[in-house]
Structure formats: C-alpha cells, structure tokens
C-alpha cells in the first residue's frame, strides 16, 4: 500500500513553490511543467528544474514521486518532501538528502501522522506561516499537524467542512473531497487560497469566503489548462460509475469508454430490502463522443422480457448525469432511471488487511528498479495501482493489524480451517452476505505441521455453499524462501491472489480452449499466469521463462480479464458471490469441450472403491504415469483437483457434468518431475465427498469421474470414465449413522480434516455422536479421521491479543488415529481408509507418539508402515517412496541421528 493512493489524473503531483507571483512545479513521472496562474513556462526533465537545484534526487523519487510539498519554513534553501509509495524523500534544494525511507519513520513528520493517514491519502498540502504545517487529506476528512522538533503533532482531524474557516463549509456536493491534488496559492496580503484538482476538474477555493471558480482546468487556472496534453489526460480508464432510483429499484450503473467501443452494465436491487435481482450488459455498435446515447440490446444474468436499454451520458465527471431506460423490445413497460455521477471506478472493494508479527505487509514496486518492458511507465506499482488501472478502486479499510505472536511458540503453520477461523473472528466487516468487502492475512506458513509448504498464496473461504471468496492469505516465510519478500515478486503474488478472490481462475485454465490466450493460455501477460509458467519469450519452454515474462509484462490483466472485472454480472464477481471458478472470466474446464489427444507421453487414471454407502465420504485416487510410449516423460507435481494442473469432472446422476472445486485454492511453485523406469508414476488420494458448492454426491445414483490433466507441454492428459455408485441406506442405523456426516459442516470437517472453528460446532457435535453412538459402524472411522488428525496438530486461534495457540492433544490424537490405522488393517472387517489415506494416516500417527515423547513408538509406527505396505505387494518405486517417507520423518524426529543412506 502506498502514503497516497493512485491518483486519477495524467500528473503525479503539483509542488508550489513561495514565488511572487504563485509558480509551480506539475511533475508526471520524470518530467515537470512549470506553470503558473496564466500559462506553462516551461515543460523539461524534473531533475533539470530550478537551474538544477533538484538534480541528484535518487529514483523512485527521481520518476515516481506521487505527491510532493515544500517544507514552509522561514530559511533558505528550500526545501520539500517528495513521496513515492510508502517512502519518502527530505530534499534540500541545491544540496542533497535531509532524510530518505518509510514515511511514517521520518524522524520529524512521522510519528505525528494518524495511523487511519498513513495509506492511501488522497494528498498532502504544505501549510504557510507556522512552520513545519502540513494538511492531510482522505476522502471528505483531513488531518492538520504541526511537525518539526517542537511541533504540537496533529491537532485536527475529522471532516474538511468542521473546519473553521467558512471557505471549507461551502465546498460544492460533488467537490467535497477525494481530490487527487491540493496546492496553497500563498500570496503578500491574501488570506489562505488553494488550488484543489479532482480528475478533469479543479476548483480554486478561498478559505474565507468559499469556492471562487469551480470547472475545467482552463476555466480555474489558465496555467493548468495549457498543462500538455499527456498531463491533462486522465489515468483511469475513460470510465464512470452512475447510481439512480426508479420503482424501488435501485441501479449501479457503469458506463466504461475505454475500449475501441462502448460498453454499459448494471446491476438491480431492490431498495426495500437491499436484494439484488439481476445484471446486464450492453455492448455498442459504434463509437460515441460524449454526450452521447448508446442504445441496444442488452444481455442480462437473469432473463427478462425487458432488454431493450438506453443511456444517456453527459459526462464522465462529478456532477455528471446518466439517463437510462429498460423496456420490452418494442418500448413497452418503460422505466426510466436518473442516475448521479458516483465514482471514476467501476467498482469499489473495502479491503481489510491483518498480519502475524515478524512478517512484513506487502510492498510497492517500483517500475524503474528493473529495465521497463514497452509501455510500462516509470511508476510505483502497488495493488491499490494495479486495479485502479482496471478501473477498480481497493480501497483501504481500516488500519492494517499486526497480530502478536507472543507466548505462540515458534514454527506456525496455518491451516484451511485456522485460515477461515481466523477470517470469521478477525474481518471486522465480515457478513455472510454478498458485499464488496475482502480481508487479506499475511500470515508464516501454510499446510501441516513440519511440512515443508512451496504454497506461497491462497484465496479461500469456502465455508457452505455461498458467501465464498472474501478471503486470501500471502504466506511470509514461504515467499521470502523463495526471495519474493519486498520485491516484484511478492507484489504479484499479492495481486494474483486477490484476482482469484474476484473469480478469475489462472491463464492456462480457462475454457473453452479459443477462450485461452496464446500457447495455450501461457503466453498471457497477466497477473493471473505465474511467471515460470510462460512460454512467450525468444526460447519458449525452454528458457528463463520467469525473466523472459518480466520482461514484456505491463502489470496488468488481459482483455477479457479486464472484460470481467469491469462488467461481470454481479454475482459473478463480488465477494461471496458465485462458488470460485463457478461464472468466472471464463467457464472453466467443462466436459462438453474435449481436449485434443495428448503426445506428451502420460497416462492419467482416476480409481475408486465402486460403490459408496450412504454419507460415505468419496475419496479418489489420481494416478499419473508413462503411456508406454516413451521411456521418460516430464510432469508436475500436483495432482490435486482444483488446483493449478488436474480438474475432476463430475457427473451427476441427472447428466449434468461440472468441475469439483475444493475447499481451498492455493498458488505455489510448480515441481517439475522425470517419470521414467525409477519414478514410473505419481499418486494422490484427494476427499471428493465436499467441495466448494457443498456435497458433491448428495443423491444416490450412478456418477461418472474424468479427469484433466494440464501436462507441462501445453497438452491436456484425459483420463477414461470411472464409474462410482452410490447407495441409498441398507437400513434405518445406516441411515443414522450416514446422516450424521451428510451436513455442511461436517462436510466442510471432512475436507479440512477437522477444525476448532466455532461456526463448525454443530459439525464436531455431529461426528462425536456418531462416534459415541455408532462405534462399530463403518463410518465411524473418517469422523475419529477427522477428529484425530486436528487433535494431533495445534490450532491457531486469532484473537484481539493476538494468536492463541491450542496445542496438540496427543492422548487423543494417538488414539483416535491408531482405530483408524487398526480398522483399516483388520482383515476381518470391511472398513477404513484407502492406501494413501491410510499412508498419510500412520506418518501423522508416528509424529502424535513423537509429540508424546514415545520415540520408539514412532519407530514402531514406521517400521509397521513400510511392512503393511510391503505386504500389500506394491509396485517397487511406490514402496521405495514409502521407504523414504518414513525415514525422513524418522531422521526429523531422531535429529541426532545419522540422515539415512
């Protein structure tokens, strides 16, 4: 996040200078015009300006300052400050640096700024007479302090029109705030006068008597009017939201000029309850001039018999109008919406950001820190920036938290169940309801204890079967693992992931295929490709295809990524909205779009047990291996479904065919691997019972799996149909013991393999029950599962004190865990896990016993791991991998210890 956010000009920042009469200095990256109140002096390099007296500024200030003030004190040399992101630069003219870094550990200014000022100000101004005085702004408030050795810090805060000069009381509604520039037009004899600039309009505001002339640049300052013509040009997208009321229907409307064509959405809701009813959206024939009327027919999310639509726009300013009507196709049941200018963005996201003490909130990038691709201007990048330009304003909320780890202990690593525990107690705006409202947690690590995590990214909340998407995390020690830490890098992790949580799947997974970008989707220059995964430099596959993706990418998203940000119908894209991947930019991977036959020397089978019983959780195993023809082939490790390489494509028994979307998506680096006559095969055993939209099989009846594999040559990997039954209850204690796992919440435990979360209470009461009441029941095992493996693990618990750790039950665990490990081997039974489960099972076993302080039991628990897959007559390399499973959670556990040979 920036000092001052992304501002919605074609110029950066306005520096005034105490000239007689008033000059200043226009900077657009590392340019200056020079004005004054009747005309351009001149228009040169920043660094030039002054006779010089500015030349050695040091980048990012030298191309990307977005906000400069002069220091108004009686001395000479002059002196300013120059912002640029979170940083700041103290310059004295002619002589150098005063102070160069953070803004808020600027040793004068900095520790009198509101926290709520810290980020994304609208401007700063410099104040005369007393020195070191320095106004404020955000949005319709302001902060005014009184800095230097001896300054009183801040002494107001609170709304432009309390303070006490009448000049502020009489501001125009649609110049109330929000400006992008202030700048004092101090003069002998003439009490306070400033310039205030807001998009294409200014307003030079007297602060006795009030607003002196309100227009155009030209009609305010004849100096900003004969600005050039770059720095007239607004920033933002040729773009405007519009809001009106008709008939108890309320209307936001988006008019978007941008393209080579016109487009107009809106969505509907009803103003007595809140509710939203429905969606359109209008492409033009024809290019327009504003004012103008685009008319047509337009295609709404909920049919309706009136799709004739008519806008009439003025302008795309404050003070602008939109005129719309909706009627039938031949004029009937009209309805006509006068709709009031609200914003330059289409669209506005409060975001609400939280992180662990010993991270680091995300940073800014600035562009000129590494060689700048075409049509990437010298700026600072931040995320805010990045979907300004999308015409989408990410606007701060509240002051991000930083949460004590005080008392936690070392080595934290957060779960999908902790994830969304910790967003349900922590997102001060958070409602199960559809909002514009998203919290992002930077948080240590993911996935489970002692595991080594490459997720550097996750965009989840999947709890239930709505009000998904309002949640993302960026895991600190992963990234800076990886170097990404206050770099490009993490930025666009930062980026990406808030990209999912608008619905946007990754480049390579959209569908169908003449939706995909270039190379199969791997040559789209978006934040939604990974940079390793691109194909479009001078050696494609086969090069460095991260710097080769740096190297051309603009910072921003494709067409029709930008298409679905802008203009999505409504549930499609706000939070808590559509289920991920469900109406995003593109379909995603659906059934009725077979791929082409793979080369790529891979074989991909999807097994399972034939037939389920009542409210048994499904659970499939993926196999991915040599096709036989070839003696080697390349892979990636991740064969989980949903995730960045496999899709699972369920049917259902009424024919319907969709994706199955886990709980959780995460983003991470991709490991390459050699099948080859020593790794012939990979294997994943993924719970497919619950997933985003709920229960996946929550009928009886016959269903069909496929799966989709995204091979690293661009090709998809089809596995054939395999065929599941599920069956209705045998009789009235299957039927009890089944519906004590069919719930949402229990689904959601199955999938997060238990949970603390209070708002999955209901789901543990449920699976102790069936425990307590169902004890030699078949199903009984996946809840001591679920229950035994949270036990086993600590559980993270954010609190207004910080994270509260409840730590591992081992008693329980051990116990829990070691009935599933005894059903499943008992061969007088027909109950218990699968073989990966049962792997995964006995590894987390080993370590509760550890955790205890039974060492030798967790040998015990090893060694009889390696033996019962022995005896299962596995395939060699399966049963080698197991081998090395076990030995490298004994050499953690016996650190001591020789590493195994």
Known sequence: MGFVRAKTTGFNAILPTRDDPWKALVLRGDQAAFINQGGLLSEGPLLQSYGGQLAGIPEPFASCSDAAFEVRVTAYPRRAIFVAGDLCLDWVWGVGAKYQGPISSHPEFGRHIPPAYLSDIDTVMGLPNVPYRTMLFKGDRCAIIEWGDKGRGCYYEGPLTGLNEQGWKKLPADMKGGFDHAALLQAPNVYYQ?????????????????????????????GLGALPADYRKPRLPAAGRFSGIADDVRLDLRVDLEGTLPVVSGDLFTVSDGSYYNSFVLDADQAVTLPATVTGIAKYAVTTGRTLVSVEVDTLAPGGTATLTRSAPDGTNLTTFTCSYVSRFLRTIDFEIDYVAGTEPVTQYATTDHPRPPGLAKRIMTAQAAFADAGVELRTAGIPNEVSLEGAGANLQWSD???????????????????????????????????????????????????????????????????????????????????????????????????????????DLSF???????????????????????????????????????????RHIVMGGDAWSTNSAHKGALAQNTPAPSESGLRLEVSSKDVFSHGEPVTAEIKLSLDGSTPTAQATAGLKPGGDRLVLLVTDPAGHTGPFTPVARACGASRRVTLDAGTPALYHSAYIGFGAGGFTFDQPGTYTLQARYHAPDGSTVTSPDHVVQISPPADENDKAAGDLLMGD?????????????????????????????????????????????????????????????????????????????????????????????????????????????????????????????????????????????????????????????
Request: charged fraction near 20%; charge should be negative.
């Open 528 to 570: 939604m490709n990974y940079a390793d995964e691109y194909w479009g430099g001078p050696d494609g596959q086969d090069g460095d295809r991260e710097a080769a993706f740096y190297n051309a990418f603009t910072w921003t998203f494709t067409a029709a990524e930008l298409r679905h940000i802008r203009h999505g119908f409504y």
């Open 417 to 523: 169940a902790e994830l969304h525990a910790a967003m349900v107690s922590q997102f001060s705006l958070h409602r199960d309801t559809q909002q514009w409202k998203l919290w992002g947690f930077i948080a240590n690590r993911y996935g489970e204890a002692d595991e080594v995590s490459t997720t550097d990214g996750i965009m989840f909340d999947y709890l239930g079967e709505s009000f998904q998407r309002q949640g993302l995390a960026i895991f600190y020690d992963t990234a800076k693992r990886f170097g990404y830490t206050g770099k490009r890098e993490g930025l666009f992790s930062w980026t990406h992931e808030i990209g999912h949580a608008l619905n946007l799947l990754h480049s390579w997974q959209k569908d169908p295929p003449e939706l995909l970008g270039p190379l199969e989707g791997h040559g």
């Open 745 to 901: 919440q229990q689904g959601m435990l199955l999938a997060l393999l238990g949970s603390d979360a209070p708002q999955l209470s209901d789901g543990n009461a449920a699976l102790d029950r069936l425990i307590a009441d169902h004890p030699d029941h078949p199903l009984a095992v996946y809840a001591l599962m679920a229950k035994g493996t949270n036990a086993g693990r600590h559980f993270l618990t954010l609190t207004e004190n910080g994270v509260e750790v409840r730590t591992a039950d081992t008693d329980t665990s051990i116990e829990q865990l070691g009935t599933v490990v005894e059903t499943t081997l008992d061969p007088t039974i027909d109950a218990g896990v699968d073989n990966i489960t049962l792997n995964e099972t006995m590894r987390r076993l080993a370590r509760a016993h550890a955790r205890a302080g039974d060492l030798k039991q967790a040998d015990v628990v090893l060694d009889q791991l390696v033996d019962t897959f022995r005896d299962k007559d596995v395939p060699p390399p399966v049963l080698a991998t197991i081998v090395e499973q076990a030995e490298t959670i004994r050499a953690q556990l016996h650190p001591q210890a020789a590493p195994p040979q």
């Open 194 to 222: 400033t310039l205030l600039v807001k998009g294409d309009r200014a307003l030079f505001l007297d602060w006795g008597t009030g607003p002196k002339v309100v227009g155009s640049y030209a009609e305010v300052a004849a």
